[in-house]
C-alpha cells in the first residue's frame, strides 16, 4: 500500500471503523518505514553530511567515510529489528 492509498483508507474510515482498521493502517505505516530504511539510499549522503561535520584526527577523509557508513548501516540495522516490535506493542495496547 502507497502513501496515497493510506491516506485514502484513513480519510474515508468513519469514528465506528478505525479501531477495525487499525492493524492494516499501522501495518501499512510499519512497511512504509522499513521500505525506506532498507533502501539504504540515505546512509551514504547522511555519511558524507557528517563527514564534513566531524573530523576524527586519526582518519583521512577517506576512512572517515567508511566509518560514518558503517556506523549508520549499523543503526540502520537496529531500527529495521526495533520498528516491527514496537509496532508489534503498540497493536497489543
Request: glycine letters at 2%; proline letters at 3%.
Amino acid at each position: 500500500m502507497d502513501l496515497n492509498a493510506l491516506k485514502k483508507m484513513v480519510v474515508e474510515t468513519t469514528e465506528d471503523t478505525i479501531e477495525d482498521n487499525l492493524p492494516l493502517v499501522m501495518s501499512s505505516v510499519e512497511q512504509m518505514m522499513l521500505n525506506e530504511i532498507k533502501s539504504g539510499d540515505h546512509i551514504k549522503d547522511l555519511a558524507t553530511w557528517l563527514n564534513k561535520k566531524l573530523n576524527l584526527p586519526v582518519m583521512n577523509e577517506k576512512q572517515e567515510q567508511k566509518f560514518f557508513e558503517d556506523v549508520l548501516s549499523k543503526v540502520q540495522s537496529f531500527f529495521m529489528v526495533l520498528i516491527p516490535k514496537l509496532f508489534k506493542a503498540l497493536l497489543k495496547k
